[in-house]
Each structure stands twice: as C-alpha cells, then as structure tokens.
C-alpha cells in the first residue's frame, strides 16, 4: 500500500487560512491540503454562522410546488407519498407524512416492496392509489425516471409532484413539477442533497409560504440520518445541515429514535457520533427493506407510544441480525466461489440460484474490498429465468460503463461509476460472464490501494487536546473524511490478535504510551513479531474518554534498532494476595479495580478495555496472559500497583466451558446473539485467542453457530446438534490454551514482588 502525504512538510500556509482557522495552523493546513485555501471558505467550514445556507424557495420549480400543493389543500384532496425502501427513502416519506398532515386529511404513504415491486414506481400501484381516491402523488427519493408510471397517473387523472436527487434521464417524466438539483449542474448549491434534503427544501418553503411556523431542529434528524447513511458528500449544504441536524440525531426527541438507541445500550453501544450512525442506526433501517419489511422502520419513525416503538425497536434489531447472518453465510460463499474458480479474473461474476436478492449489494461490496476488484453478485428471482444482481466496483474502475458495454445480454440495469444493479435471463448468464470479464482483464481489474495522508506528526502529540481540534472540522463523511495521520519510527509495545483479524496495540513514541485498534489487519503470520520500529497510518477516535487510534496501515520503519524496554519507571508494588475482597476494598477506597468476572464487587471496576490514566491500580483479577498485565499497567501509568488476586478462576476447563456456554445462550436469548470478543473475553478473565478457540470448539461440536461482523462483533446463533466427533486439533488447541491461561494466573499468584516486576519490563515473555 503507498502512503501519501498530500502537501509536503515545509509548505508554507498563507497567514489568512492561519488566522479565519483560529489561529489553529494544523486545522488550517488540513483544509489547505484538502483543497479549501480562501480564508473565507475557511471560516465558513469551521463555524457555520458564517455560512450563507440555501433559500429554499430559490430551488427551481419551488414555487409551482407550493402552490399547487397548498390548491390541492383547499380542494381537500386524498395525498399519497411514494418513497423508497433505504434510509434515504425512508426519511423522507416520515417527514412528508408528519409535515403535510397537517395541509390535508387524508396522507398515506407507500414503500416499494423490493422484490415483488423493485426500485421506483410501479404501475399497478398506481391503479390501486386511483382506486382508492388518491388525488395527489408526491414522490420522494424516486420518481425522476419512472417516465412511464407517471404518465399512467397523469392519463388516469392524478397529479405528481416529483422530489428526488438521482441522475435525470434525457427525457423527462411528465409530472406537474419536478424538485430535482440534479437538474441544474453540479455547480448547483444543492446539487449533493439527498432525497430527505429536497423534502426538507420543499417543506421549508410550504410552511414559510402558508405562514405556518416550524420549531427549532424540528426534522433535522431525519435529514442527518439521510445524508449519513446515503453517502453523499459531506461539504456545502450537506455539510450545514448535517452539522445543524447531528445533535437532534445524536440526542433525539423522536420516540422511535430513542427507543431504538435503548435497545442498542442493551447491547452494549452507544451512539455518539456521525460514524455510529453509520455503523450501526442506518444498516438496521435498511435491514428491513433488504429483509422483506420495508414498512417497520416507517412505523417506528412516525410512532408515538412508548411500548409499540420499543416493540417496533427490538423487531428491527432482530431482522438485521438475520440480515448480518445471512449476508456473512453468502459472503462466505462468494468468496470460496471466487478462490475456486475466479481468482484470476479483473472482475467478478459471483451467482447462486439461492442467494437472498436483499443482501447482494452488501456482499458484492465486502468481496469487491477485499479483493481490491470489482465484483457482481447474482441470483436467481422466483420466476426460475431471471437472474438479478447488484455490483460494487472500486478504485477508478467504471461499472456503470462495463454494463453498457455489456447491454446485449442484459434486460436491464442502471446504476453509476460505484454501484449498479441489473437483470438478465438466466440463460445468458455464462455468456454475459465471458464477455464482461473480457473487458476487463486482471492488469487492469486490480485497484492499488492509496492512503492520502494529512498530517505527519508524533504519537506523543496524539491526545484530547489534538482530539478536541480535530473535531472543529467534523462532521466527517464522504468527501471529507477524518484526518489521517502518519508518525514514523514508532514502537510496538504491546500486539495482540482480539477477535478475526482484529489487532489490539500499544504504541510508544518520546516516552508516549498511546492505544492502537486494527479492524481486519492483514494476515501475515509470523512477520508481525518481527516488527521493532514502524510506520504507523491512522485516524483519531475516542473510547472511554481516552485517545484511541484507528490503524489504517502500518510498514516497517527504514530506522530499526534494538526494541526499548517496555518502560523504564519504578513501579512500588504491594501483595494483598489471597486476602478477602471486602479487606482489599476497605484498604484501597476509590481506587481504580482492575477486575474481570461475573460478580459486580465494586463501583470502581475497570476491564483491560477501560483502562486508564491513574496513580494507583488495583488488581483484584489475575491478568490471563503477559501482554495483557503489560497493557495495564503501560496504559495505566501507575506508579503504585496492589495485587489482590484471589486465586484459580476455574478448577477446569469442563467448567471454563460451562460458564462460557451460560453467556453465551443469555446472548441468544436476551441479545439477538450480538456480542464481541471483548465482552465475553472479560466476563470470562480469558485471552482473546482462547475465547475465539472456544468457540470454534462449540461450532465444530454442533453447541452454537457463528458468524463474525465489523468492528469485532461476533453473531451467536444456536447449533445444528452434533456433529460426531470433535475436531482433535481444534480440542487440542482448546486444552493447551486453556492449561497456559491457568499456568500465568498461577505463575503470577506465587512469585515474588520482584518477579513480577522484571516479567513486566521484559518484551519477551518468560517462560512461567
């Protein structure tokens, strides 16, 4: 992977940027390199007083909307809002429902069912609307290319007012007005908004022309969560009104909003921020769309009880933990399809007859990132002759263009340079698939992968003050993504594997102790002990109140010498071993616990994740492995350790495993199977690796199923029963983890002070 760094170091910043960037020269130099260098442009990134936001009765077309939707009022007519199945979609039918209500009797909604009614308008629905005495229709987030659909209700007798964001077609559909910035260039103020945000426009100049008044923040979630789960890019309008919007999402008054946030803290996350409601608010919206439901997350939107949201809430969290689990089963698939038969193609052609038409995207995504290659993924409709599919391409690689390149053997399809989707007979299949592949061979199907990096600067300078400047700049997003580092010559402290392929680092630089994740880092065995000194690629995020860095990339460094020791500091240890907890608590009050287990023994207890800054620790739980005693007490930063361990946590691995199977039918019982690695490596005072080993040992012996998600999350599903025998490597394994958990927990409950302490400053681990 190349690293570059966008403006050399040395570059000279003109004192203006300097100066509108508050004085902050790395703020302003990030906006400079990132092309935003008139020091006005400057100030109105950071404070958005100092944006000029659009008028939306400015939009093109405004005007003959309002009006005819205030004429539509007075004659008391029957409103339908058409919208779409994706979030986008989704916020935007809520908001015309709740702001039109008021304007007319009568508004109904409807969501396009995916696999029976497919993207956009449909005509028999558009028959049912006129029977049921629809007077109007109002689109949202579709409409611009359902040329044929609109004429039908204009010829039956309905109006159409169109809102919608995506690309016209050269002829336009023949509604009565048509909100689309599309329209106008892509100069246009508006031209990245999303559906929800030409919605928004519409219903700001209605209620500014009707003189009806509109609260502060009042649908501003709806927009934020809109432009966040569409991916649109995050500068100008978007930009402002995500940043106006973001604290009513991130904070919400909506009763759906709140209860769904509940049912996510009964997980275990927490919703904090512009990425959270990427990571986990949006997919669970879309879920229901993908999965057969498109109407749940409307109801959830729009309810106002309590109990019926929460109920909505936990349905819409149990469907999109059957989409997780169904798209990791077809990802799986994909992939072994492609190491079997395609590894050497510049674009894949993945297809089984059984695949689930709603996760296809997401898959054809996972496997395009993976493989740096573009990729479709198709199956099979119930008519047994259509083949239907969706691609994901990468880098610079068109698969828009590929697919008109490959029209003959297509039915249809539409999309743009990242994502398409199409549909074929299924006889055409194998030829489509010669043909498509053919245009692009693998020299050129094969993305490079390229780190624009910000800034280069020390870890050391890498704390909640650098955090705090940072994010003067969020909201972040699509376009204008976090600040990316890159400190050079760092060492590693601490390296361990947390969950499939998930890495957990300790990085030190000028006497600087900093904290490092890895989501999916590369495998490459026995070369990670070989890393002294490296470079380090990351972005800045916070967990827990401290500094985390998310790792992008790190290469050994061109400067490597001998590894520095752990640290260097005097540690004063004290040994309440094998006393009573309540004596050690009544020693040492309000002191950090570092304690891992079942019980709740103490207000104070922290887990090896949680960490933190403090003077004193105490050790109630025997640390289970050397790398991880090192992170707490590097991360700490004590000076003044107590050991008050208790001794053996389990007689057993029978009743390791016991324990861990009790937890584990909780998570599918009360979670909907959700649970990381992390969570059940400190409920049970275990290593990660063996956590993962057990695991593995219950799915091979039929006890439990599993599948791993992002971020570290681990899906638990029940078992299939058993399956014979049990896998005498993987039993191995499982025995000779455990046996070496049990031997450093003892090791550290009978040495000496002394001992301890120089097993502690030694990098490699003694042998105990």
Not at 157 to 183: F, S, Y
Not at 444 to 459: R, Y
Not at 503 to 525: H, K, N
Request: hydrophobic share 40%; proline share 4%.
């Amino acid at each position: 992977m190349d690293i570059k760094v966008l403006l050399p170091e040395g570059t000279i910043l003109p004192e203006e940027c300097i100066e509108a960037a508050n004085g902050d020269e790395l703020i302003a130099g990030i906006l400079y390199r990132r092309g935003i260098k008139d020091p006005e442009d400057v100030k109105k990134f950071i404070n958005q007083d100092y944006y000029n936001s659009f008028n939306p009765s400015d939009l093109e077309c405004m005007q003959e909307a309002t009006l005819s939707i205030l004429s539509k009022a007075d004659d008391g007519a029957n409103v339908c809002i058409y919208g779409d199945y994706d979030v986008d979609g989704i916020t935007s039918t809520v908001l015309l429902k709740e702001a039109l209500t008021p304007f007319f009797d009568n508004v109904i909604c409807h969501i396009p069912h995916r696999f029976t009614e497919g993207y956009g308008m449909n005509s028999d629905v558009i028959r049912d609307l006129k029977d049921n005495n629809i007077d109007l229709i109002i689109t949202c987030d579709c409409g611009i290319s359902n040329i044929d659909e609109i004429k039908l209700a204009r010829d039956i007798g309905m109006d159409v007012i169109i809102t919608d964001h995506h690309t016209p077609p050269e002829i336009l559909p023949p509604a009565n007005v048509i909100l689309n910035p599309k329209l106008y260039g892509d100069t246009h103020p508006l031209y990245f908004l999303p559906g929800v945000g030409v919605a928004y426009m519409l219903i700001m100049s209605l209620y500014e022309r009707s003189g009806r008044s509109i609260y502060e923040g009042q649908w501003l979630d709806l927009v934020a969560l809109g432009i966040i789960a569409d991916v649109v890019p995050v500068i100008g309008e978007c930009r402002y009104l995500l940043k106006k919007g973001l604290p009513y999402l991130i904070n919400p008054d909506r009763i759906g909003l709140k209860a769904l946030y509940s049912v996510l803290n009964s997980n275990n996350c927490t919703v904090e921020d512009e990425e959270d409601i990427a990571f986990q608010i949006a997919p669970r919206i879309n879920a229901a769309g993908r999965m057969d439901n498109p109407y749940l997350p409307l109801k959830l939107l729009l309810e106002q009880n309590w109990d019926r949201a929460l109920e909505n809430a936990m349905e819409l969290d149990s469907l999109n933990s059957r989409r997780k689990t169904l798209q990791n089963y077809m990802y799986e698939q994909a992939v072994q399809i492609v190491e079997e038969e395609q590894r050497d193609e510049g674009i894949f052609v993945l297809y089984n007859a059984s695949w689930h038409e709603g996760v296809l995207g997401i898959v054809a995504g996972k496997v395009a990132e993976q493989y740096r290659r573009p990729c479709i993924c198709l199956t099979l409709k119930d008519d047994g002759f259509t083949a239907t599919g969706s691609a994901r391409s990468v880098g610079n690689v068109s698969i828009y263009e590929l697919l008109v390149d490959s029209e003959d053997y297509l039915l249809k399809f539409g999309g743009h340079k990242q994502a398409a989707g199409m549909s074929l007979n299924v006889e055409k299949l194998e030829l489509f698939t010669r043909h498509i592949q053919a245009l692009l061979p693998k020299e050129k199907g094969i993305q490079k992968d390229l780190i624009d990096v910000d800034v280069e600067a020390s870890i050391s300078a890498m704390d909640n003050t650098m955090l705090r400047r940072i994010d003067k700049l969020a909201p972040f997003g699509h376009a204008f993504s976090k600040p990316v580092f890159v400190s050079r010559n760092v060492d590693i402290v601490s390296n361990r594997v947390i969950g499939k392929n998930h890495r957990r680092l300790i990085l030190s630089s000028d006497g600087t102790q900093v904290e490092g994740i890895w989501w999916w880092a590369p495998s490459i065995g026995d070369e990670w002990d070989e890393l002294k000194k490296v470079d380090v690629v990351y972005t800045l995020s916070q967990n827990r109140g401290r500094v985390l860095l998310t790792v992008l990339h790190m290469k050994c460094s061109k400067k490597q010498e001998l590894r520095p020791p752990t640290f260097d500091r005097h540690i004063q240890w004290y040994d309440l071993r094998r006393q009573p907890i309540d004596k050690i608590l009544k020693t040492c009050p309000d002191i950090p616990i570092y304690y891992e287990g079942l019980e709740k023994i103490s207000k104070n207890v922290i887990t090896r994740y949680e960490i933190s800054k403090c003077e004193r620790l105490l050790l109630i739980s025997a640390p289970p492995a050397p790398a991880i005693l090192r992170e707490l007490i590097v991360l700490s930063g004590a000076n003044e350790v107590i050991l008050g361990f208790q001794g053996d946590d389990f007689l057993n691995i029978n009743q390791f495993m016991r324990q861990l199977q009790a937890i584990l039918k909780h998570v599918i019982q009360n979670r909907n199977g959700v649970t990381t690695i992390q969570a059940l490596s400190s409920l049970m005072c275990a290593p990660e690796e063996l956590i993962e080993i057990a695991l593995l040992y219950l799915k091979d012996a039929g006890f439990i199923d599993y599948i791993w998600e992002d971020m570290g999350e681990v899906i638990i599903c029940r078992g299939k029963g058993s399956n014979g025998l049990p896998n005498r490597q993987i039993e191995e394994l499982l025995h000779n983890s455990f046996h070496e958990m049990i031997a450093f927990k003892r090791y550290i409950n009978s040495r000496e002070l002394a001992t301890i302490d120089s097993l502690l400053r030694s990098y490699t681990d003694n042998q105990y």
